[in-house]
């Protein structure tokens, strides 16, 4: 590579760095900035190398930690910086969002919210994380986590804080002894299937002026034996609340109050597509994603392939 020879002469660098050989290769108009300049050598150098081998590269993808006072992650978020979308990701940068419920659709929004710069996000659930809740929910627990019979909360906290600080565990159910704690939430997801708690909750949210969305999912073995149901996302803001007491039920299931969206059949990837949807709306809320209808309340209908908005704000 005769064309980039600059001088070969032997120097000491310091802290042990000998080199033999120093190139250039500089245009006439300079560089942009200093990634112009070395991801330009680095293809310099490597494309003869390629030529032999395809298979070879300078990328090592070394694992960059992430400095714990600019970061709540633990590595660096490479995903965005790799995009180019750092200056949108930023707008998710909140203080406080609680996920109320990790059942099913709770734990999926947890998953997608942990790779989100929220400097603090809680749990809240009082049941202890069972052999069933691993087939409906982020991840792969072994025999001897199951066998430890921990609380959910505690289980997906361990879970998510290798990857991020800031995941808070509250090991009950809520109600009105705690319901207080919300109050000082940038955002909730409330992803349970009792009534009452729900009506409690939501209460205390508008009361407090803090927006929520409220997830739900109605799936019945049909007589054919498929499964069909309706997902459901309802928003509130402080802009549009008055539609969701219609929406989502605010009573407790009996004999003779059977809504479509307190059934108690749900699926990995049913509660995954509830969670995204529910996610994909709080972005468009932080400004993430463009958001043309603003809707405060979306249902997936499975059979028909069929995503709704309505009460557009």
Same mark, same amino acid.
């Given at each position: 590579?005769?064309?980039?020879?600059? $001088?070969?002469?032997?120097?000491?660098?310091?802290?042990?760095?000998?080199?033999?050989?120093?190139?250039? /290769?500089?245009?006439?108009?300079?560089?942009?900035?200093?990634?112009?300049?070395?991801?330009?050598?680095?293809?310099?150098?490597?494309?003869? %190398?390629? /030529?032999?081998?395809?298979?070879?590269?300078?990328?090592?993808?070394?694992?960059?930690?992430?400095?714990?006072?600019?970061? @709540?992650?633990?590595?660096?978020?490479?995903?965005?910086?790799?995009?180019?979308?750092?200056?949108?990701?930023?707008?998710?940068?909140?203080?406080?969002?609680?996920?109320?419920?990790?059942?099913?659709?709770?734990?999926?929004?947890?998953?997608?919210?942990?790779?989100?710069?929220?400097?603090?996000?809680?749990?809240?659930?009082?049941?202890?994380?069972? $052999?069933?809740?691993?087939?409906? /929910?982020?991840? %792969?627990?072994?025999?001897?986590?199951?066998?430890?019979?921990?609380?959910?909360?505690?289980?997906?906290?361990?879970?998510? /804080?290798?990857?991020?600080?800031?995941?808070?565990?509250?090991?009950?159910?809520?109600?009105?002894?705690?319901?207080?704690?919300?109050?000082?939430?940038?955002?909730?997801?409330?992803?349970?299937?009792? +009534?009452? #708690?729900?009506? &409690?909750?939501? %209460?205390?949210?508008?009361?407090?002026? @803090?927006?929520?969305?409220?997830?739900?999912?109605?799936?019945?073995?049909?007589?054919?034996?498929?499964?069909?149901?309706?997902?459901?996302?309802?928003?509130?803001?402080?802009?549009?609340? #008055?539609?969701?007491?219609?929406?989502?039920?605010? #009573?407790?299931?009996? +004999?003779?109050?059977?809504?479509?969206?307190?059934?108690?059949?749900?699926?990995?990837?049913?509660?995954? &597509?509830? %969670?995204?949807?529910?996610?994909?709306?709080?972005?468009?809320?932080?400004?993430?994603?463009?958001?043309?209808?603003?809707?405060?309340?979306?249902?997936?209908?499975?059979?028909?392939?069929?995503?709704?908005?309505?009460?557009?704000?």
């Amino acid at each position: 590579m005769d064309q980039i020879r600059h $001088q070969s002469s032997r120097q000491q660098l310091g802290s042990g760095v000998e080199v033999h050989h120093s190139f250039s /290769s500089k245009p006439p108009a300079g560089y942009n900035d200093y990634h112009e300049k070395m991801t330009t050598y680095v293809a310099v150098l490597s494309g003869p %190398a390629a /030529s032999i081998d395809p298979e070879v590269t300078a990328r090592i993808y070394r694992v960059i930690e992430a400095d714990e006072q600019e970061s @709540v992650f633990k590595y660096v978020d490479t995903a965005s910086s790799r995009a180019r979308i750092d200056a949108v990701t930023k707008r998710l940068d909140t203080s406080k969002v609680a996920i109320v419920g990790l059942g099913g659709s709770g734990s999926y929004i947890l998953d997608l919210l942990a790779k989100t710069p929220i400097k603090e996000i809680h749990l809240f659930d009082g049941d202890v994380f069972l $052999q069933h809740n691993a087939f409906r /929910s982020p991840g %792969a627990p072994s025999l001897d986590e199951l066998r430890t019979r921990r609380k959910k909360v505690a289980h997906f906290e361990e879970l998510y /804080s290798r990857m991020r600080n800031g995941v808070v565990a509250h090991e009950n159910y809520v109600d009105a002894s705690n319901v207080d704690e919300f109050a000082g939430m940038d955002f909730v997801f409330l992803c349970i299937d009792r +009534g009452s #708690a729900r009506a &409690l909750i939501s %209460a205390k949210l508008e009361e407090y002026k @803090v927006p929520f969305i409220d997830v739900g999912m109605g799936v019945q073995q049909s007589d054919g034996g498929f499964l069909v149901g309706i997902l459901r996302v309802t928003t509130s803001t402080v802009k549009n609340r #008055a539609h969701f007491k219609s929406r989502a039920s605010l #009573a407790d299931r009996d +004999g003779n109050n059977e809504n479509e969206y307190d059934q108690n059949i749900q699926i990995a990837d049913l509660n995954a &597509l509830n %969670a995204a949807l529910a996610v994909i709306k709080w972005k468009k809320l932080c400004g993430f994603y463009l958001d043309l209808e603003n809707e405060h309340h979306a249902t997936y209908t499975i059979d028909g392939n069929i995503l709704s908005n309505e009460d557009l704000a």
